[in-house]
């Protein structure tokens, strides 16, 4: 699996959070793609993300929480949408695994990036970052119904 390092800007984003199994349904990510849509925040000038915020190996998968995000242009006025969550997403030097598979298959992605790839090369994870999960496709228009995800896991400036 080829892995590549990049560096990302810090980003704006708009947010819904779900808490619940990450296997459950993500209706949240319908809710938030129908705002997105409504104000014109869709590929390719925006970016879809969803952030995993919790490891379902650590946390009782009721608990685990995760955030639906679409990024913002300069300028937005956040403050027109007084019923929607914004946050900033840290940038920095970020481990790229380009994942293409189901989306049940995603926690591989995760489990190959943190016990394999990263214990073997130079680099650690910042944990003061997020991981985040770049949507570059909607599974539902694949021919194969896989989701192409870039996965990108946050490292330690060295």
Known sequence: MKITIKEL?????AFIRQIGSYF?????????????????LYPPNQ???GISL????????HKCRHDACVTLP?????TKYP???FRKIDGGNYALYEFYDTPEKLNHAYQFMFEE???????????????????MNNPADDQFGKCKVHLY???KNS
């Open 9 to 13: 800007p810090d980003l704006q984003v």
């Open 24 to 40: 459950e349904p993500q209706e949240h990510w319908g809710k938030l793609i129908s705002w997105a849509t409504d104000n014109n």
């Open 47 to 49: 970016n879809f993300i």
């Open 54 to 61: 919790d490891n379902p190996k650590l946390v009782e998968s």
């Open 74 to 78: 300069d300028g937005f006025d956040k």
């Open 83 to 85: 019923n929607m969550e």
């Open 117 to 135: 790839w990263l214990p073997n090369n130079k680099y650690s994870a910042d944990e003061e970052r997020v991981s985040l999960e770049f949507n």
């Open 153 to 155: 896991v946050p490292l």
